[in-house]
């Protein structure tokens, strides 16, 4: 069975440091991978897709970039980081023959002091 | 642009009680898809139902079924017998056909349950 991974599960970090948090997934081959964020009491934001190792496409622009170094592993970076990227951020996949569906990861909850 | 508008950002019930969480959406796609995710506490994503616009028959997935009415662009969420581990945040999205799939995401409805 296919299975999502994020770590780490909190951080607090302080404005200005970078940011790596990563995802992977288990179980799958050639995945689509997403990056969301949602703010305290908000919806869901894209941030990042990927239909493929080094494909990356962006939804808004921001602080923040995203990598895809192998087919299951998303990473979602940031040289230095302002207030306003607190939030909690989840990863997900889909896979063609099921694109109705996209399953989340447990999410990264990142506070910026 | 496509658009999910979800106006109840909150909402009571007592357990057992059946309720409808309201959605509606904009799009002038012909084909597109719709969602809707339940987020515990804990911050998980659960998928919960699907429905896709050329479906003429109403989704259902155990007690909830999905009440699409295209004219009006509306697919409200149905949960029937509510229980207590119901209470969450529901979200209604709509995927975006091209490209990778995207979803569009409303604001949420924050249900509780009341015993």
């Known amino acids: 069975s296919q299975t999502i991974h994020q770590w780490p599960a909190t951080l607090v970090q302080p404005v200005g440091s970078p940011l790596s948090l990563e995802c992977t997934v288990e179980?799958?081959?050639?995945?689509?991978l997403y990056w969301y964020r949602q703010a305290a009491g908000r919806g869901l934001q894209l941030l990042f897709y990927?239909?493929?190792?080094?494909?990356i496409s962006s939804e808004v622009p921001q602080n923040l970039s995203a990598s895809r170094p192998q087919d299951r592993q998303f990473i979602l970076s940031s040289k230095k980081l302002l207030l306003s990227d607190s939030g909690f951020y989840l990863c997900?996949?889909?896979?063609?023959?099921?694109?109705?569906?996209?399953?989340f990861g447990p999410g990264t909850r990142l506070t910026v002091t | 642009a496509q658009k999910i508008t979800q106006t109840q950002p909150g909402m009571f019930v007592q357990e057992k009680e059946a309720v409808t969480l309201d959605c509606t959406y904009d799009t002038s796609d012909q084909s597109y898809g719709l969602f809707w995710y339940k987020q515990p506490s804990s911050g998980e994503m659960i998928f919960l139902i699907y429905q896709g616009s050329y479906d003429e028959q109403n989704a259902t997935e155990g007690r909830y079924s999905l009440n699409f009415q295209k004219a009006r662009k509306s697919a409200n969420l149905v949960i029937s017998a509510s229980q207590l581990g119901d209470s969450a945040m529901y979200f209604c999205a709509m995927r975006i056909i091209q490209g990778a799939q995207k979803l569009v995401f409303g604001q949420g409805t924050r249900l509780t349950i009341n015993p």
């Open positions: 997900a996949w889909s896979v063609l023959r099921t694109p109705w569906e996209q399953y």
């Open positions: 990927s239909v493929g190792i080094g494909q």
């Open positions: 179980g799958t081959s050639n995945p689509n």
